[in-house]
């Protein structure tokens, strides 16, 4: 009985997995960025454990990130009291909302004040409010199907749409001081596309505007080389480098490289806005790029801190059993990989040399 018990679950788990997703990234150069994110790691915190990057990354999120994140609600988070969390041993279910800003925690253990060397204009913020304002006028009609990243013109767009995002704003409404949306009946107001991030009425809204427009201009400069480059040329280990060499920190260039993916991927429209993340050589065989480096570069960041069997479970049941997204799925255990990779070398750089 044991052994046909045996026979089943190896069954099981050999189905689930045999899916033909070609995966680009072999183990040895798993192993060889591994090594690379980690040396640069420690060359910048040498005296600082594993333990105390954890622990200084995750009181950021709690105590600067987390106040304002609940006015962009999430539905795939649910944020736990505090006695809730003491007894379950989890900030929230599957995840505190405030989780998926980690990368904002990344960017602030490393560079609290957010000062860049060389002062920026809002260039990323200018590309989001761009993106979503022609992306409500082509669902209401008024622009034809569009795909920015073809557009020739696109910088000159972005610099002429800066003064809508000057001082941290992100306008949402028109000269009548009705929200820029799509029109027509919806079942349910979600599916509304509209020009607003979040959620105009929660009371944490101005809070939230500020301090995502921050963070957009902080990743200005990274942002704007990628739109410099072409097309699949751009290696997962040259974003990187580049992304160090720009802010001087490897725990600020794994921060800034997610929410630059997050802002590509999760708040335009990916078929007609998404632009930077094509920049990037693929990850998977797959049509959806913008969609596979938000969850690469998130999830490195998850397996880094200690998430991985948390995220993991979730990414297994939601997108490989639920959504039978098998390329996002396989991104999602490839980035786990490299963050577990790099949370070991950490913890014994010796590897590395």
């Not at 679950?9 to 995966?23: D, G, K, N, P, Q």
């Not at 969609?291 to 990414?315: D, S």
């Amino acid at each position: 009985m044991m052994k046909g018990l045996t026979l089943s679950i190896l069954t099981l788990v050999t189905s689930i997995s045999a899916f033909a997703v070609e995966v680009y990234f072999p183990e040895e150069r798993i192993d060889n960025f591994a090594c690379t994110i980690s040396r640069s790691i420690k060359e910048a915190y040498p005296d600082e454990s594993r333990r105390d990057l954890r622990k200084g990354i995750l009181k950021a999120l709690r105590e600067d990130i987390n106040p304002w994140v609940d006015a962009y609600l999430i539905p795939a988070g649910i944020s736990f009291p505090r006695y809730l969390e003491r007894i379950t041993g989890l900030p929230g279910f599957p995840m505190d909302r405030s989780e998926y800003y980690l990368q904002n925690a990344f960017i602030l253990y490393g560079n609290p004040k957010m000062e860049l060397k060389v002062p920026t204009e809002n260039y990323f913020a200018s590309y989001i409010h761009l993106a979503r304002k022609r992306h409500v006028a082509y669902l209401n009609g008024e622009e034809p199907r569009f795909q920015l990243r073809n557009e020739a013109d696109l910088f000159q767009q972005i610099q002429a749409n800066l003064p809508s995002v000057a001082n941290y704003a992100f306008p949402y409404q028109d000269v009548d001081g009705k929200p820029i949306q799509q029109k027509g009946e919806f079942k349910k107001e979600k599916f509304r596309y509209k020009l607003a991030i979040g959620e105009p009425e929660h009371k944490k809204y101005d809070e939230f505007v500020r301090e995502s427009q921050r963070y957009n201009e902080f990743v200005s400069p990274l942002f704007m080389w990628l739109l410099e480059q072409d097309d699949f040329s751009v290696s997962a280990e040259k974003l990187f480098n580049k992304a160090v060499e720009i802010y001087g920190d490897p725990i600020v260039a794994l921060g800034v490289i997610p929410w630059i993916f997050s802002g590509d991927a999760l708040t335009v429209s990916r078929g007609t806005s998404s632009v930077v993340s094509y920049k990037m050589e693929k990850i998977v065989e797959g049509n959806d790029i913008p969609g596979y480096q938000y969850h690469f570069w998130g999830y490195v960041t998850q397996g880094m801190i200690g998430n991985r069997i948390r995220v993991g479970t979730l990414a297994f049941i939601y997108e490989k059993l639920y959504q039978k997204d098998i390329p996002d799925w396989k991104t999602d255990v490839l980035a786990l990989k490299v963050g577990k990779q790099i949370r070991s070398n950490l913890k014994r750089p010796e590897r590395c040399n």
